[in-house]
């Protein structure tokens, strides 16, 4: 499959690096366009991708245009490629907060997917919900699928609301786990256990503590009750816990960035 990608940054590194090691697009196949020089010819020695010198340049031949720019660089990079793109090319936006629509009608351009990823696509560990125009043919749908598929695991979803949810659930999820991580580190550390040890523990027991609700299927407060025995430590840690509110907080921090992404579409 050939791929452009506009914006060659983070995201785009992770997918680009996810589509070869799975075999969906060769080096050769894919092209990259960012602003930086910097950053084209980092990827061009690294991965082999071909570095385009600009985004016109980058869709020409392209199956599929991901457009992984931040999105206050979107209008400019939009004008630029408005009406450049063939009907047979797929738009694949993974632009937090940019409707379908508005990607439509500023390049011209019918079929669109929007995907919200996040960043454990680096090490194949992430997820991508997306969703598509209805001009999107089946192949098309196929090819993005096995592009997101390259990353971790894809959902489709048909009501684009669900994408600016994702944003704040599973696309901003990630830094609200690596602050637990750090804090239970720190937390182990600061009863006396080396700094090594802790890490791995606490690692350990969040991948294993995940892999657990994955597998049984349990519901995670039956599997929390599990390791609560009556009147023990556990219960001691967890009382702490829902004193200090970590339930609601989690829950408006969800809240809160579900708010912020809507703004980012007004
Ligand atoms: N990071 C995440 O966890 C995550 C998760 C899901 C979705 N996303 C979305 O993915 C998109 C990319 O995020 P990112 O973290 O990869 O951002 P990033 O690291 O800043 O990458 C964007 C790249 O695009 C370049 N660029 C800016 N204007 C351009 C233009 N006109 N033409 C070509 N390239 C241009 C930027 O250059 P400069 O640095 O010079 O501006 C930068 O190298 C964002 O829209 C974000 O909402 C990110």
Redesign the pocket.
């Known amino acids: 499959m050939r791929v452009a990608f ?9 997918i680009i690096r996810a589509v070869v090691e799975a075999g969906v697009a060769r080096p050769g196949d894919i092209a990259v ?4 020089e910097k ?1 084209r010819s980092y990827l061009a020695e690294r991965d082999g991708v071909l570095a385009a010198t ?2 016109k340049q980058a869709t020409w031949e392209a199956e599929v245009v991901v ?5 206050d ?2 209008a ?2 939009m004008q ?1 490629l408005n009406g450049c793109l063939e009907a047979g090319q797929l738009v694949l ?6 409707p379908i629509e508005r990607i439509c009608s500023g390049l011209g351009h019918k079929a669109v997917v929007r995907a ?4 454990p ?1 680096q090490v194949g560990e992430g997820v991508a919900v997306w969703t598509a125009s209805e001009q999107v043919n089946d192949e098309q749908r196929q090819r993005a699928q096995s592009i997101l598929s390259a990353m971790g695991k894809e959902m489709f979803v048909s009501d684009e609301r669900y994408i600016d949810m994702a ?1 704040a659930v599973s ?2 999820g ?2 609200y786990v690596f602050l637990v991580i750090e804090s239970l580190i720190d937390g182990a550390v600061h009863i006396g256990l080396p700094r090594d040890l802790a890490r791995d523990a606490v690692l350990q027991t969040v991948i294993g503590s995940a892999r657990m609700v994955e597998r049984t299927a349990k519901h995670p407060a039956e599997l929390r009750n599990l390791v609560t025995s009556p009147g023990g430590t556990t219960a001691e840690g967890l009382l702490q816990l829902e004193e200090g509110g970590l339930r609601a907080l989690l829950t408006e921090a969800i809240i809160a960035a579900y708010e912020k992404a809507r703004m980012l579409q007004q």
């Open positions: 506009i914006g060659g940054g983070n995201m785009g590194e992770a366009s960012d602003i930086m950053r600009d985004n457009l992984a720019v931040k999105p660089s979107l400019e990079v630029g936006s993974i632009v937090a907060g940019v919200m990823p996040n960043m696509a944003t696309g901003s990630p830094a």
